[in-house]
């Protein structure tokens, strides 16, 4: 696999598109038509067809950037609609948008704010500029959290802590599960860190019976601290301590808190000095680099952050400096949209084929879903195309024993991403060879299929009976051209993971870009929360559920009979 300064375009970038069609000038009003155009084309070809057409494909359609090898071909995609979608791109202020972000501007327009997650992972400043300097801020924090870490992770004084406790929910979670998961094989060799979230005390209760709360620490992971799933978690950490460890106990050594709201988290009792900022310019979803990753820091120690947060600052100078035909979150983005409001996709499938990689699903899910799950405009306005598809997916080789029969056989449109690294965190003879062989092999049978001649041949090859052939010919035909992309990393290590992430995160706000919405706001999980608070008092009292709907004063009737 190559590696390149990110700065510099791979040597197999997609500039040869360009070559071909160089000198064809694109009428900016036109763009829209002619990628019309270009699908009405494309829908009618088969991947075997655009790779036997161009022998060069793959090479052609592949880019390289350090640790991270992007294989695209396998994507529905023509040299030609790439060099229009990325000059639909620019058409759609793709470009001003991106500078706007690194310059400071309130981009996030409906909370009026700045969406600087680029910050936490600068290693200088001043950023974005000097009349709003972030960095000091930034760096005076990321040195807290490397001293708190430290001291955890030295296991000093009296009572050492043993188990970390990340109590938080959506991006205050996530996050810092996923890549702490993913770095399992780096993490301190006796600290155990936990992450709770779900209201149902069916998480925490079993936690709470393997801890010693003399040697537990609770991290309270909340942007607003008024998040009802985390403040009940932790309320109940905070009863747990006080019934084990008496009145006498000073619980403040318990607990570390994480948050832009500090007077509720000094309300709640957390020491001021054990309250590390998040501020109001990242968003939950965009937060990982910053105190939020305060559990996955103690983890995998401050130097393996500042690795993964390198990788990440890596990918934001490409993305901010790379032209679009070789920007590889441009060009993600641009395949989704392209994949989703030109092709009709409903959904799009991540598919991580390394176990360390367990958590990346759910987590692109917030990320992508959260974020572009809208169906009004910036300008306040009902948007003409569907925006963000259905983010789903699950590890691939457990997924191929599972939904992939849908994916091969079940006639709809999925594209998918296929993310493997080419060296195993956990070498076993065998396993990591059989685990790539996987991961290629059905990305080549969601593209080529399997045509009726060629399972014919293979029929035929074991001698089955040709009336059995022929009964068994159409269900052991795979029709094949379903789109994907491969990210192939050299390795699990912090650099790649904090790229992959970084990645992602900006594919997501280019497509809020071409969709037109604001990627940095999510006013839809609202109402529930509301209608939680109106319905909860209704739980235990059948006279407070006057005036909800039918629907839902039946199942409170029902729940009513067997609540303890
Ligand atoms: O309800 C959605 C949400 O606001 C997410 O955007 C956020 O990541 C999560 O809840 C947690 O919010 P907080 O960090 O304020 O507890």
Same mark, same amino acid.
């Given at each position: 696999?190559?590696?390149?300064?990110?700065?510099?375009?791979?040597?197999?970038?997609?500039?040869?598109?360009?070559?071909?069609?160089?000198?064809?000038?694109?009428?900016?009003?036109?763009?829209?038509?002619?990628?019309?155009?270009?699908?009405?084309?494309?829908?009618?070809?088969?991947?075997?067809?655009?790779?036997?057409?161009?022998?060069?494909?793959?090479?052609?359609?592949?880019?390289?950037?350090?640790?991270?090898?992007?294989?695209?071909?396998?994507?529905?995609?023509?040299?030609?609609?790439?060099?229009?979608?990325? #000059?639909?791109?620019?058409?759609? /202020?793709? @470009? %001003? !948008?991106?500078?706007?972000?690194?310059?400071?501007?309130? =981009?996030?327009? &409906?909370?009026?704010?700045?969406?600087?997650?680029?910050?936490?992972?600068?290693?200088?400043?001043?950023?974005?500029?000097?009349?709003?300097?972030?960095?000091?801020?930034?760096?005076?924090?990321?040195?807290?959290?490397?001293?708190? #870490?430290?001291?955890?992770?030295? /296991?000093? @004084? %009296? !009572?050492?802590?043993?188990?970390?406790?990340?109590?938080? =929910?959506?991006? &205050?979670?996530?996050?810092?599960?996923?890549?702490?998961?993913?770095?399992?094989?780096?993490?301190?060799?006796?600290?155990?860190?936990?992450?709770?979230?779900?209201?149902?005390?069916?998480?925490?209760?079993?936690?709470?019976?393997?801890?010693?709360?003399?040697?537990?620490?609770?991290?309270?992971?909340?942007?607003?601290?008024?998040?009802?799933?985390?403040?009940?978690?932790?309320?109940?950490?905070?009863?747990?301590?006080?019934?084990?460890?008496?009145?006498?106990?000073?619980?403040?050594?318990?607990?570390?808190?994480?948050?832009?709201?500090?007077?509720?988290?000094?309300?709640?009792?957390?020491?001021?000095?054990?309250?590390?900022?998040?501020?109001?310019?990242?968003?939950?979803?965009?937060?990982?680099?910053?105190?939020?990753?305060?559990?996955?820091?103690?983890?995998?120690?401050?130097?393996?952050?500042?690795?993964?947060?390198?990788?990440?600052?890596?990918?934001?100078?490409?993305?901010?400096?790379?032209?679009?035909?070789?920007?590889?979150?441009?060009?993600?983005?641009?395949?989704?949209?392209?994949?989703?409001?030109?092709?009709?996709?409903?959904?799009?499938?991540?598919?991580?084929?390394?176990?360390?990689?367990?958590?990346?699903?759910?987590?692109?899910?917030?990320?992508?879903?959260?974020?572009?799950?809208?169906?009004?405009?910036?300008?306040?306005?009902?948007?003409?195309?569907?925006?963000?598809?259905?983010?789903?997916?699950?590890?691939?080789?457990?997924?191929?024993?599972?939904?992939?029969?849908?994916?091969?056989?079940?006639?709809?449109?999925?594209?998918?991403?296929?993310?493997?690294?080419?060296?195993?965190?956990?070498?076993?003879?065998?396993?990591?060879?059989?685990?790539?062989?996987?991961?290629?092999?059905?990305?080549?049978?969601?593209?080529?299929?399997?045509?009726?001649?060629?399972?014919?041949?293979?029929?035929?090859?074991?001698?089955?009976?040709?009336?059995?052939?022929?009964?068994?010919?159409?269900?052991?035909?795979?029709?094949?051209?379903?789109?994907?992309?491969?990210?192939?990393?050299?390795?699990?290590?912090?650099?790649?993971?904090?790229?992959?992430?970084?990645?992602?995160?900006?594919?997501?706000?280019?497509?809020?870009?071409?969709?037109?919405?604001?990627?940095?706001?999510?006013?839809?999980?609202?109402?529930?929360?509301?209608?939680?608070?109106?319905?909860?008092?209704?739980?235990?009292?059948?006279?407070?559920?006057?005036?909800?709907?039918?629907?839902?004063?039946?199942?409170?009737?029902?729940?009513?009979?067997?609540?303890?």
């Amino acid at each position: 696999m190559g590696c390149c300064d990110l700065r510099q375009p791979f040597e197999t970038v997609l500039l040869s598109f360009d070559e071909r069609v160089a000198e064809m000038p694109i009428e900016s009003s036109m763009i829209r038509a002619e990628l019309e155009e270009v699908r009405e084309l494309l829908q009618w070809l088969h991947l075997r067809e655009l790779f036997s057409d161009d022998p060069d494909r793959a090479k052609r359609l592949s880019l390289s950037l350090d640790g991270i090898h992007c294989d695209f071909s396998k994507q529905r995609v023509s040299p030609e609609a790439l060099r229009l979608l990325c #000059a639909w791109a620019e058409e759609s /202020g793709v @470009g %001003d !948008a991106i500078a706007d972000m690194f310059a400071g501007k309130r =981009i996030n327009r &409906s909370e009026n704010r700045p969406a600087l997650h680029v910050a936490l992972r600068r290693s200088s400043g001043p950023f974005p500029d000097e009349a709003f300097d972030v960095m000091p801020d930034v760096v005076a924090t990321r040195e807290r959290m490397a001293a708190f #870490a430290e001291e955890l992770r030295g /296991g000093e @004084g %009296d !009572a050492p802590i043993r188990d970390v406790v990340n109590i938080g =929910i959506g991006g &205050s979670d996530l996050g810092p599960k996923m890549m702490t998961y993913a770095m399992r094989s780096i993490a301190h060799p006796t600290l155990r860190i936990h992450t709770v979230s779900n209201l149902d005390g069916a998480q925490l209760a079993p936690l709470l019976q393997t801890l010693d709360p003399r040697a537990t620490l609770f991290i309270v992971v909340s942007k607003t601290f008024t998040t009802q799933e985390t403040l009940l978690n932790a309320h109940t950490a905070r009863a747990w301590l006080a019934a084990n460890l008496g009145e006498a106990a000073d619980l403040r050594n318990y607990f570390a808190a994480i948050s832009s709201n500090v007077e509720k988290a000094v309300d709640f009792g957390v020491a001021p000095e054990r309250i590390f900022p998040i501020w109001d310019w990242v968003g939950g979803r965009y937060s990982l680099w910053s105190a939020v990753g305060l559990a996955l820091m103690t983890a995998i120690g401050p130097q393996a952050f500042d690795a993964m947060l390198r990788g990440a600052e890596r990918i934001d100078e490409h993305f901010r400096t790379a032209p679009f035909p070789c920007n590889l979150p441009v060009l993600m983005a641009l395949i989704g949209v392209w994949n989703t409001n030109f092709l009709g996709a409903e959904t799009s499938a991540v598919l991580p084929y390394n176990e360390s990689l367990r958590y990346f699903p759910p987590f692109l899910q917030q990320l992508e879903m959260e974020s572009n799950g809208k169906s009004v405009g910036v300008d306040g306005k009902r948007l003409r195309e569907l925006a963000s598809p259905i983010v789903w997916g699950g590890l691939g080789n457990n997924g191929q024993h599972a939904f992939f029969q849908l994916l091969h056989q079940g006639g709809r449109l999925v594209p998918c991403d296929f993310i493997v690294a080419a060296r195993s965190d956990y070498p076993l003879p065998n396993h990591h060879e059989a685990l790539l062989a996987n991961c290629f092999a059905q990305s080549a049978a969601l593209a080529f299929g399997r045509t009726e001649d060629e399972a014919r041949d293979d029929m035929e090859k074991s001698k089955l009976d040709p009336a059995k052939i022929e009964e068994l010919l159409p269900h052991r035909t795979f029709a094949g051209n379903q789109p994907s992309t491969t990210l192939l990393l050299s390795a699990i290590t912090p650099e790649n993971l904090g790229a992959l992430v970084a990645l992602y995160e900006h594919k997501t706000f280019v497509q809020g870009v071409l969709w037109g919405v604001n990627p940095f706001d999510q006013w839809g999980v609202e109402l529930g929360k509301s209608l939680a608070s109106r319905i909860l008092p209704a739980v235990r009292e059948p006279e407070r559920a006057q005036g909800l709907d039918a629907s839902t004063r039946e199942l409170l009737a029902f729940s009513r009979d067997y609540l303890l």
